[in-house]
C-alpha cells in the first residue's frame, strides 16, 4: 500500500488529495516519510486561507487508519499546538516582508 496514490487513504478526499498532490506528496509512502505536520505546513503555506486544522486532523488520523474524530485528545492537543507553531511562523513571515 506504500506506494499506493494518496487518494487511497481513508479520509483523504479529493481536495486535499489535489493540494497534497501540488505540494509533491502523491504516494502513500512519501506522505509517510513528511508525516502530518510537515505536510501541513506545506499546505499551509502553499494555502493560507483554505488549509484549517482539520486538515492536519484529516491527514494524521490518514495514516493512523481512523476517522479524524477518533484521534486521542492528547493527539489533537499536540497537533493543535503544532499548527499554532505554523500559523504564527506564517503571520511572522507576512508580517517581515511588510515592513520593509
Not at 501540488?22 to 505536520?37: C, D, K, M, N, Q
Not at 483554505?50 to 493527539?75: K, Q, T
Not at 507553531?85 to 515592513?99: H, M, V
Amino acid at each position: 500500500m506504500n506506494d499506493a496514490p494518496i487518494g487511497t487513504l481513508p479520509g483523504v478526499g479529493p481536495v486535499t488529495q489535489g493540494w497534497l498532490e501540488e505540494a509533491g506528496i502523491r504516494t502513500v509512502a512519501e506522505l509517510r516519510a513528511v508525516g502530518s505536520v510537515d505536510a501541513y505546513r506545506r499546505l499551509k503555506f502553499m494555502f493560507p486561507r483554505r488549509v484549517s486544522l482539520n486538515a492536519l486532523y484529516g491527514i494524521e488520523a490518514a495514516l493512523r487508519g481512523c476517522h479524524w474524530l477518533d484521534l486521542p485528545p492528547s493527539v489533537k492537543s499536540a497537533l493543535q499546538q503544532e499548527a499554532r507553531t505554523i500559523d504564527e511562523a506564517l503571520l511572522k513571515g507576512a508580517a517581515s516582508r511588510c515592513s520593509l
